[in-house]
């Protein structure tokens, strides 16, 4: 019975650290009931439990992929699985170690499968470990040293600690060890929370405002409800602008109508016409044609009312915008029925108000793709996505705790603004400045815009934007060394 009980109990608990209710210390202890239920058990019975766990696990979390594709969402969860099935596994191999090797291999282990999971086949870097820390601060200021994997590690690790000491598995002094790297990683963060530098005389302020329009999915692409749309966000905006914004943001294809093509000019005219009358600069989602090639873009409109610059998203979503394999495997296009998007070549920077660049919906996701845009130059970075897909329920938050990491990483703002939240304000250190909100506190399915100062300095590149995943590499590394330890001692 505790073979179902347990692996169940944990995955409820992991998922519940990634819910909407805030109850990130859940993670901290939600590996515990797997170790326990893995003791002494076989290869392949672990791989099954892990397998198990991992399939309640992911069930649970993504639960939300049902309202786009219930076939699709089936067969993610049995594949994502894979990784809790291989983390078993490798718990059942590292059995046979020391409790110490035991205490510092799991957590590496991990962090690879983390990693190989956030690119293999395209890549799913949703639901990391370490994002569901995202409102646990002091903890994540290691972001702009490890990434999200540090965190990740750090989570896992203490899972152990905790795991290893109600067994009495473990001498005091590694105990200690263990201690002292959470606790690091703890005065680090809150060094960092509270360190303030001089006021610079180079600061450049820039006020930007979020349009949250909350346009039911199904209204999106109803020409009938085109006009309504625009009218709309025309209000919201109108409304933005008396705030004196710089720029003012629309969410992923907001604007209902295809650009490139003649039936949509009278759309598109509204759009740059609101721009010049309002004197500022607008950023708006849409959907770009090129011949027969289509895009999801943001397409910049200066305060004058001309498009100035277009970026076209480079990383698209598998079954979402495109359908992966179809070819040698055509019944994928089953899943999920739709036209396919192409991915855009340019890594593009936004030269005004400030430079910037954009993320399209999923695209905060991958962290290479945000150090990519600072390196050339993006002093903060946007992120534009429509979640309205997913009704009501955890995934806003999921999605919104890759931002948070993010900003750490780069050390730099970053604005969201989503069709049905959540859209706000992250400053470089992950603190949210402010959200859009009804008067009941609510922030998603909610209409309205937000408004906020954002002071940018000249950026200074952190470790992390410098050297990526180099904490990654010495997890493959350490894992590698002990590999080939374990392999000669047993010869």
């Not at 995955?11 to 797997?34: C, E, Q, T, Y």
């Not at 490798?90 to 291999?105: D, M, Q, T």
């Not at 360190?195 to 209204?219: C, F, R, W």
Request: net charge positive; with cysteine.
């Amino acid at each position: 019975m505790s073979q179902v009980i347990f692996p169940i109990l944990a995955a409820s608990l992991l998922s519940l650290s990634f819910s909407s209710f805030n109850l990130w210390l859940f993670a901290w202890i939600g590996f515990i009931p797997l170790f326990i239920v893995l003791e002494n058990k076989s290869l392949l019975r672990s791989f099954m439990i892990g397998y198990f766990c991992g399939v309640i696990f992911w069930s649970l979390t993504i639960y939300w992929l049902v309202h786009v594709t219930l076939l699709g969402q089936i067969i993610l969860i049995l594949y994502l699985a894979i990784y809790f099935g291989v983390f078993a596994c490798v718990v059942y191999a590292a059995r046979s170690l020391s409790p110490e090797a035991f205490l510092f291999l799991l957590p590496v282990n991990w962090v690879i499968l983390e990693y190989l999971r956030s690119y293999l086949f395209t890549g799913f870097p949703w639901a990391l470990i370490g994002f569901s820390q995202y409102r646990n601060l002091p903890i994540i200021q290691i972001a702009e040293l490890t990434g999200a994997w540090g965190v990740s590690f750090l989570v896992v690790l203490i899972n152990l600690l905790f795991y290893l000491i109600l067994r009495k598995l473990l001498k005091a002094r590694f105990i200690l060890i263990a201690i002292l790297i959470l606790s690091l990683s703890l005065i680090y963060g809150f060094f960092r929370l509270n360190y303030k530098p001089g006021l610079s005389s180079n600061k450049e302020l820039l006020k930007v405002s979020v349009i949250q329009g909350n346009i039911p999915q199904d209204l999106k692409w109803n020409k009938q409800a085109a006009v309504e749309i625009l009218n709309s966000y025309a209000e919201l905006t109108s409304l933005a602008a008396k705030d004196g914004s710089h720029l003012i943001i629309w969410p992923e294809a907001s604007v209902p109508a295809l650009w490139g093509e003649e039936s949509a000019d009278a759309q598109f005219a509204q759009v740059f016409s609101l721009a010049g009358q309002l004197n500022t600069s607008l950023l708006v989602g849409a959907v770009s044609r090129s011949g027969d090639t289509y895009f999801n873009s943001a397409l910049f409109i200066n305060e004058f009312g001309q498009l100035e610059k277009i970026y076209n998203k480079l990383h698209l979503v598998p079954f979402g915008e495109y359908v992966p394999f179809k070819k040698i495997f055509p019944f994928l296009e089953t899943i999920a029925p739709i036209g396919d998007i192409e991915p855009g070549k340019e890594y593009a920077i936004f030269s005004r108000p400030i430079s910037f660049s954009v993320l399209i919906c999923f695209e905060d996701l991958f962290p290479e793709l945000s150090r990519e845009f600072v390196k050339k130059g993006a002093r903060f970075l946007v992120n534009i996505t429509n979640d309205a897909w997913y009704k009501q329920g955890s995934a806003a938050y999921q999605h919104f705790a890759a931002s948070v990491f993010r900003a750490i990483e780069n050390r730099v703002y970053l604005v969201r603004a989503a069709n049905t939240g959540i859209s706000g304000f992250i400053d470089p250190f992950g603190r949210l400045l402010s959200i859009v909100k009804d008067t009941e506190g609510r922030i998603i399915f909610v209409k309205g815009y937000r408004s906020q100062n954002i002071y940018l300095a000249p950026i200074r590149r952190t470790f992390y934007n410098r050297y990526g995943d180099l904490f990654v590499l010495l997890c493959l590394l350490l894992d590698s060394g002990a590999t080939i330890f374990f392999l000669r001692k047993k010869k």
